[in-house]
Every structure is written in structure tokens, then in C-alpha cells.
């Protein structure tokens, strides 16, 4: 976390609980900001303040476990409910910085069928319950390559036949699966060769092809606008963003599918909430089939409940079928890596120790 | 009519009952296979062998350092257990003992030994010692089609046909790969190709593929890709490089073969030798941790450019032969293949990179190369050039790749062939007293004794009777020749009687006229019988007891008949249709 979200995060976090009253109970939820924050305002918060009174207050993090840590250690109690990745959800819920959920809190499915059976597998957590798919992928400017387009992670590394700067996330997450996979490694193998030295080593050996030409980006909106801007040829990002920027603002940017990190978002609620009755309330309504399918008519995200998947349709705005832009279309399935939540929850301090050094030992004024 | 119509009931009968077998046996191989996979897996996980298991614990190296040293020496102690009071051959099964099973009637070691040698052989896997898991996993196979064997099914050639069934089942699984499982079968296991057998085998094939594939939806065991071979020229270092894997063959086996001789040397209870590799293994793995266990993470590496340093390919080719040859040699329980795989893909690697620096032409990158080598050095070892061809082509779908890897395999085979012969599993079986080198009839003749074929029935007589008792006592007998005994019922020689004819009524028969050779044995076989009686032109040849007194006799006749029984019965079962 960059010190300077730090800071605007505290401030935030301080401010908070002056404005909370308790005559009028608001709900405080921890969320990424941007695109995806406004597809949870219209598809979940408003409606949830719309029928039970409470208002949704927002704080925007970038993942990761350092800000909850923060909280934790600042005995923070306003964060009533956190929107993780799961493998950080899963980490953190072994750390104890999590409460844990009674699974019976979850609505069963529209027909009837009961919320186990109803979700994807592994769903339903000990701490968090996963409400989304998403990906991270590449996706570049279409104004960058008028001729032959990128097509495979590979060309991510090329720059070679692809020129043009890259952008990746500053964080280590995606980056050592891909370069992996642009020197061969079969998806099925690639945490297996990721769990030696030989094999991190080779991935950042690939990483310093990319030496002098990357941007590090640590917002989820960033990339977007790095690629719609033009100061970068290709970006990795989350679809969502990628296709809000697609399909709201017209941008030239196209998806590469191949090598998308199938990811979960899952929501919690942090171990020292004041309000876990409120947090609960409000995870069983924004975990219904209708407001999850609700949100993926505003965003490429795909719920996590068969019933909210089978209710999907159009974009609500440009009446764009949001089918094709899920991350879990089968044709888009074929190439994606599903994130090894074991791998990436046991091996967190270990990759950014890694990932540090190499920054440290590449300081170039990127 | 009536006689046509039985005949194709006893036809269909046979199909059904054969093709059952072969479903049966094929589906139970197959499902064992992928439970073993699956049971060493998670042994090498929760034992901390595997990498994906060590990177977990990676805050705790003190645990991880700990675990490399004392899993495999306990892994052997356990293997050394086991094999010591669960078995009672007190050796690991595997697939010399198939070969035999199929080649010769002789009987599969029992049931439990079997089990035995496979949990041995899933401990020492599990604990990271330096074998192959493809060999138990055929002897797996063969368990199960001797089983269905003992099925009294009316069906002729059940037992070799089961096996093999059971043998392609478990290849097939285990690398995805039905064709080389089919191929595997009759290359190494059945050695001929009738179509009786191959149907049911091919079925077996099938259920295995089925059922890895389709039911469990196992990956492939090794994706790879490859744009084909750019430049003819390559095919000549292709060539070379088998020759070259070929010396690498004999490398390994020798050193199997001297682990084996020096284990068998070193003053230690055999219960505790397992852990002594075991513990050699750990302490060189705390340096090199590759060398541990089936190395399916360097098997990758090796195809990819900048992975490996030449001097690291070769200081691990080293190490990887030493250490399989010592916890072979000491008596883990596994194969030979996954670690031949794995030295012949690692040296494949260096050909390949040094061939780039050497050879001022350019080339089409390493995987060829380090396919090639895995597959050379592997076929070799096995004997089984054809299987490996298929099972390249199987994994990769790579005609190119298949092509380039098919000539370093067969140039490999070329030269090993005269250097170490058909493989080690043959080899194993000639100090066995096996010998397939001269072909599989003259194998089983030397196996069988020609003393089943004997007679009781002797005309006896003492040394010191005279010629007129000895020439009434035959012509009483209706015989032609007598066995003469010494002092305490020795033998002494054989008297005709066309020479007694010659001889004074009133004296024993002079030691001149006393035909000492040929005589047997129970130890001689049906084929040193049939050496031994060139040029002879007696009655019948004495069998002698170990003290050397004549218990029976065998006539020419009989060893005739014995030869002809027994190549009449390789060729109808190496011909059979249906």
C-alpha cells in the first residue's frame, strides 16, 4: 500500500465514526473505488438503504491485508463489512482478523435451492462468503497495433513484435504466472514450478525483459485510463474495469483472454465490528440471486450463485449482452489459470519479499 | 450343421468371456493406478517432498531442512520393515517378474507379496526416494490380471492375456496415452503380436484411457510445444545424440547393477539399508533438492531455455544417477523409468545447449533435443523403443516432435542393444537363470528340466554283475541298455546290449565298455538335453539324483517330444486368432 492511500485512508477511517448516529445506523463497507464501487452503489447500497433505512458509507482500499491489519491494530470498529480477494480473506481469517460467518445468514436461491448448493464450490468460507468472479487479464490500445494484434500472454513479453510500454499491477500477483506461461509452462503446472527457486527465478528473468518499458499501476481504475490515455500499449487489469471503459466510454481497448487470473471476490466482516448484526444483514441481501445478477448487467463480473448467473442479460445501459464479457464464458474458461488460493495465502510474505528485491535491485525511474 | 453351430457358440463364449476380463482388469488397473498417482501425491505433500509442500512451509526452512533428511531415511526404514516382515520373497515385485509370468508358466509370486512390494513401493515414492513409480504401477496391473486369471473360464492363454491386459490398463492411465499402453504390453510384457491378444488388450487400453480421461478428466502428463524441426541437418544430431544416450544407458544400468552388487556387500541388516540411502539421498538433497523423487518440476524445466545452466545439467545428471542407482541398488521399492526419464531429458537439455555453442549452424531450440534424450535413454533402459515413440506422440500430438525423438530413440537402441543388450529387465532375468536374448522358445526350454520328462522305469544292475545276468535281465525287460550302479547305488555308466552280446557270459562288463556320458541332471533343462544328445545314439540318457545315483531315464524320444510340446504351444498361442 503506497503511503499516500495510507494517509487518506486514516483520515478517512478517523472521520468516520463522528458521522455515524446511532438513531440513523450506518453501515460502513470497505470496497475498491471506481467503476465496480458504482455497479455495488446501484446494485446493492441503494437498494439496501431503500429498504431498511440504513445508510452505506464507502472506504476505498486496494486490497491486500496491510490496511485491515492497520485497522486491526488501530482497534478500528467502524469497518462493518470488507469486500476481499478471497485468498486474502482466507489469510486474514487465519491471522484472526476476521469474524467468522454462520453460513445459515445466506438466502436460499429464488426457488428454493439451498444457498450451499446454490453457490460455486468453495464458496462459502469459514470467515467470507465469495459473491464474484472477476479476472485480472491483459488487455491493450487497439491504436497501438494496427497491424497483426496481440493475441496470447506471450506477446505481453515481446516487445519485439509488440512495442510500447507496459503497465502491470505493483503488486506480486499475476505477473509470475504469465511469465511462466509465455515460456511454455502449461497452466496445470504452473504453481508447481512457481513453489521452486528455478521457477520464480525464470519468471523474473522474463519480468526483466520488460526492464525501462513498465508502469506500475495500484488502483483498479488505473489501467484503463493508462491505455484510453495512450501511455501504455498493454495493461493488466481487472475485466470489469476494462469493459466499463470498453462499453460506458468507448475506449479502444481490447481483451486478451488467454492467461486470465480467474479471481473471487468474497465479503467478510472484520473481526472487531461494533455492528456484526447490521454486516450480517447486509451480506445476506447483497448476496440474493437478483442484486448479483443486478450487478453484472452494470459490470463484466459474474456472480457466484447459479441462480443470479441464469438471470444475466443485457448491460443496463448500452443493452450490450454481458454474456460474452464474463470471465466465465466457457470459450474464455479454455485459457484461464484459476488462481491457487492455497499457493497465494501461504506463499504472501515469501512473494513480497521477492518481489521488493527485485523492485529494489530494477530501480529504474519507471 | 450341428458341429458349426457349437463351434461359434465356443467362439462367442471365448469373446465374451475375454472381453469381460479385459474390462474388468482394465478398469481395476486403472483406477489402482490413479489411486497409487494419487496416494504418492499426497504422501509427497504432507511429507514435505514436494516443492508446491516445501514453499508452504518456507517461513520455517528449519522444518523444511529437517524434513529433507529424515523423510527419506524414515521413509526407507519403513520400506525396510515392510519388505522384511510383510513379504515373503523379501524383494520388490515389479516388471521382470510380469515378463516372467507371461514368457514362462511359472507362477506370479503370491497375492500378499504383491500388495506388500506396492505399499513399499508408495512409501518410498511418498518419503522422495530416487525411483520410478511406472514399475510398480505395471506390476499393479499384472496383480490383478493374475487374479482374473485364476478365473476358471475355459479360456486358453488366460493368464498371459490377463496380464498384459491388466499391464496396458495401468500405462495407459498412467501416461494418458492408450496406444503406448497397448504397445507397451506386447513389446516388453508379451513379446508377440497375435490377434487373440490384442483385442483384449486394446479393450484394456481403452477402459484405462476411458476412464483417466473421460471419467476423472486427468491433464496429460507432459504438454509441450513445439514448431517442428527446422533444418534437415538436425537429424544427424538427433542420430548422434542417441549414440550418445546409449553409453548413458549403460552408465545407468551398470551402476544399478554395482549398487545392487555393493549393497549386497555392505555388513548391514537388510532391514536397515533403505534408510541408509535414504538418509545419502537426504543429505544431498539439502544441496540439490531435485534429486528428490520423481522430479516432475525439473522435467519441465529442462525444455525451457535459460532454466538450467550447462554445468548445473550435468553436476544433476550425476547426481540423479547416483542417488536412483543407490536407493535401487539398496532396496527402495520402485522402478527405473521416471528416472531415466528424467536423467535422459536433463542430458537431452545439455546435448541440445551444447550443440547450439558447438555447431556453428542453427538449430530448433532445446525441447527436441531434451525429448528426444528422455526418450532415448528411457527406451533403452526398458527396452521398449516402440512404446516410447507412441507415448511421445500421445502426450505431445506433435508428428514433428514424435518424428525427431523417434530417430535419437532408435540410433540409441541400435548401439545399447550391443552394449547392455535388450534391456535391464532382461538382464534381471538372465541373473535370474532367464535368458531371453536368444528367444523366448529357447528361454523356456532352458527353463524347463528335462527330468518332468523322465521315466522311473530303469533296468538296473550292479557293476560287478556278470554280462550273461545283465543281457538276461534285459531281454526279460525288453530293454536295450542297462544302468550300472557301484558301491552304495552310484552310477557308474550305461552297458548296451549289442555289447554284452560280444562279451564272456561269466564276467562282469570291463570299465572300457562303460558309456558314462550323457547323463543328467535335475538342474539340466529341456535345451542342454537337446545339446547333450547330438550325435548320441543310444537308448535313453540316465537322470541322476544330487548324490548321483540313477533315479529314472529319459529317452531320446521323449526330449523330442518335450521340444516339440513346447514349440508347438508358443506358436499356436503366438498365432491365435480368436
Known amino acids: 500500500m503506497r503511503p499516500l492511500n495510507l494517509m487518506w485512508l486514516l483520515t478517512t477511517v478517523l472521520t468516520l465514526p463522528a458521522l455515524a448516529d446511532t438513531d440513523h445506523p450506518t453501515l460502513t463497507v470497505v470496497t475498491w473505488g471506481g467503476a465496480y464501487e458504482r455497479s455495488q452503489h446501484e446494485a446493492y447500497f441503494e437498494s439496501f438503504t431503500e429498504k431498511t ?186 475485466n470489469g474495469r476494462f469493459f466499463d ?44 440471486a437478483e442484486p448479483m445478477a443486478h450487478q453484472a448487467s452494470l459490470i463484466s463480473y459474474s456472480p457466484s450463485r447459479h441462480s443470479a448467473r441464469e438471470r444475466v442479460g443485457l448491460h443496463k445501459e448500452t443493452s450490450t449482452p454481458m454474456r460474452p464479457y464474463l470471465p466465465t464464458l466457457p470459450a474464455h474458461l479454455e485459457k484461464a489459470i484459476h488462481r491457487d488460493q492455497q499457493w497465494y495465502t501461504q506463499t504472501f510474505d515469501l512473494r513480497w519479499r521477492l518481489f521488493e528485491r527485485w523492485m529494489n535491485r530494477h530501480a529504474t525511474p519507471d | 450343421m450341428h458341429s458349426t453351430a457349437r463351434h461359434w457358440l465356443s467362439i462367442s463364449y471365448r469373446i465374451s468371456a475375454i472381453s469381460l476380463v479385459a474390462v474388468t482388469v482394465g478398469a481395476v488397473a486403472s483406477l489402482c493406478a490413479i489411486g497409487f498417482v494419487e496416494a504418492v501425491a499426497w504422501l509427497n505433500h504432507r511429507l514435505l517432498v514436494s516443492p508446491y509442500a516445501r514453499i508452504q512451509w518456507g517461513e520455517r526452512p528449519e522444518l523444511v531442512l529437517a524434513a529433507t533428511v529424515l523423510v527419506p531415511t524414515l521413509g526407507g526404514l519403513v520400506v525396510g520393515l515392510l519388505m522384511r516382515y510383510g513379504s515373503s520373497v523379501r524383494r ?122 473421460v471419467v476423472f478428466e486427468l491433464e496429460p502428463l507432459f504438454l509441450v510445444d513445439f514448431a517442428g524441426v527446422s533444418h534437415s541437418y538436425e537429424f544427424l544430431l538427433f542420430a548422434f545424440e542417441g549414440m550418445l544416450c546409449a553409453l548413458l544407458a549403460w552408465v545407468f544400468i551398470r551402476l544399478i547393477e554395482k549398487a545392487g552388487k555393493l549393497a549386497a556387500l555392505v555388513r548391514l541388516p537388510q532391514t536397515i539399508k533403505p534408510a541408509g540411502a535414504g538418509l545419502a539421498l537426504g543429505l544431498v538433497a539439502l544441496w540439490m533438492p531435485e534429486v528428490l523423487g520423481i522430479g516432475q518440476e525439473s522435467l519441465r524445466f529442462a525444455t525451457i531455455p535459460g532454466a538450467f545452466g550447462a554445468g548445473e545439467l550435468g553436476l544433476l545428471v550425476t547426481l540423479k544417477l547416483l542417488v536412483t542407482a543407490l536407493c ?178 561269466a564276467e562282469p562288463v570291463p570299465r572300457k565298455h562303460w558309456r558314462i556320458d550323457p547323463a543328467f541332471t535335475h538342474a539340466t533343462s529341456v535345451w542342454d538335453a537337446m545339446n547333450a544328445l547330438e550325435g548320441f545314439v543310444g537308448e535313453s540318457v540316465p537322470i541322476l539324483d544330487d548324490d548321483g545315483r540313477p533315479v529314472g531315464s529319459v529317452s531320446e524320444e521323449a526330449v523330442i517330444r518335450a521340444y516339440l510340446g513346447i514349440v508347438d504351444d508358443l506358436r499356436r498361442e503366438e498365432n491365435a486368432t480368436a
Open chain 1, 53 to 238: 433505512g440504513i445508510e452505506v458509507e464507502t472506504v476505498r482500499f486496494n486490497g491486500g491485508l496491510d490496511a485491515l491489519k492497520e485497522a486491526y491494530a488501530k482497534g478500528n470498529h467502524s469497518w462493518d463489512v470488507i469486500d476481499m480477494i478471497k485468498a486474502n480473506a482466507d489469510t486474514a481469517c487465519e491471522q484472526g482478523l476476521l469474524r467468522e460467518l454462520d453460513p445459515s445468514i445466506l438466502a436460499p436461491a429464488p426457488d428454493g435451492t439451498p444457498a450451499s448448493e446454490d453457490f460455486i464450490k468453495g464458496a462459502i468460507g469459514r470467515c467470507a462468503v465469495t459473491q464474484l468472479v472477476f479476472s485480472t487479464v491483459i488487455a491493450y490500445d487497439d491504436r497501438a497495433f494496427p497491424g497483426v494484434k496481440p493475441r496470447r500472454v506471450e506477446d505481453f513479453f515481446d516487445t519485439q513484435r509488440f512495442p510500447g510500454r507496459r503497465a502491470l499491477r505493483r503488486a506480486p500477483v499475476g505477473l509470475f504466472e504469465w511469465a511462466l506461461m509465455s515460456q511454455g509452462v502449461p497452466r496445470s503446472q504452473l504453481y508447481d514450478l512457481l513453489s521452486t527457486e528455478r521457477g520464480l527465478d525464470l519468471a523474473f528473468n522474463q519480468l526483466d525483459k520488460l526492464r525501462g518499458q513498465l508502469t506500475w499501476w495500484t488502483g483498479g481504475n488505473e489501467p484503463a485510463r493508462l491505455l484510453a490515455e495512450g501511455k501504455v500499449a498493454m495493461a493488466s487489469g481487472y
Open chain 2, 328 to 505: 535401487v541398488g539398496f532396496g527402495f521399492v520402485g522402478g527405473v523409468f521416471s528416472p531415466a526419464l528424467l536423467i535422459g531429458i536433463l542430458f537431452g537439455s545439455l546435448f541440445g545447449m551444447t550443440a547450439q555453442t558447438i555447431v556453428p549452424l542453427e538449430l530448433s531450440g532445446l525441447v527436441a533435443y531434451a525429448i528426444g534424450g528422455m526418450m532415448a535413454l528411457a527406451s533403452a533402459v526398458i527396452g521398449a523403443p516402440l512404446t516410447t515413440i507412441l507415448i511421445v506422440f500421445e502426450l505431445t500430438r506433435n508428428y514433428d516432435l514424435t518424428i525427431a525423438a523417434m530417430v535419437t530413440v532408435v540410433f540409441c537402441n541400435l548401439v545399447s542393444y550391443r552394449m547392455v543388450g535388450r534391456s535391464l529387465f532382461d538382464r534381471q532375468l538372465r541373473a535370474r537363470g532367464f535368458d531371453l536374448r536368444q528367444g523366448r522358445d529357447r528361454a523356456i526350454l532352458q527353463s524347463l528340466a528335462i527330468a518332468d520328462y523322465a521315466s522311473t522305469d530303469v533296468t538296473r544292475a550292479d557293476a560287478t554283475d556278470t554280462a550273461g545276468a545283465i543281457r538276461t535281465l534285459l531281454v526279460e525287460q525288453q530293454r536295450a541298455e542297462a544302468v550300472l550302479t557301484g558301491a552304495q547305488g552310484y552310477f557308474v555308466g550305461c552297458v548296451r546290449l549289442q555289447t554284452l552280446l560280444t562279451l564272456p557270459d
Open chain 1, 245 to 288: 471503459a470498453q462499453v460506458n466510454d468507448g475506449a479502444p481497448i481490447t481483451i486478451i483472454w488467454d492467461g486470465q487470473l480467474l479471481d473471487y471476490n468474497s465479503w467478510a466482516i472484520p473481526a472487531q465490528a461494533d455492528q456484526p448484526q447490521l454486516a450480517e444483514r447486509f451480506i445476506r441481501y447483497a448476496t440474493r
Open chain 2, 92 to 213: 520388490a515385485l515389479a516388471p521382470p517378474d510380469a515378463i516372467l509370468a507371461v514368457q514362462t508358466d511359472q507362477p506370479l509370486p503370491s497375492l500378499r507379496d504383491g500388495i506388500v512390494s506396492t505399499l513399499a513401493a508408495i512409501v518410498s515414492l511418498g518419503s522422495g526416494a530416487s525411483v520410478g513409480q511406472y514399475g510398480p504401477m505395471v506390476y499393479l496391473g499384472t496383480l490383478f490380471g493374475a487374479l482374473a486369471a485364476k478365473l476358471k473360464l475355459g479360456v486358453k492363454d488366460l493368464k498371459a492375456i490377463a496380464i498384459a491386459c491388466g499391464v496396458s490398463a495401468a500405462i495407459a492411465t498412467a501416461f494418458n496415452a492408450p496406444i503406448a499402453g497397448l504397445v507397451f504390453a506386447h513389446e516388453v510384457i508379451l513379446r508377440h503380436y497375435s490377434l487373440r491378444a490384442f483385442a483384449p488388450v486394446t479393450v484394456a487400453a481403452a477402459t484405462g484411457y476411458v476412464l483417466a480421461n
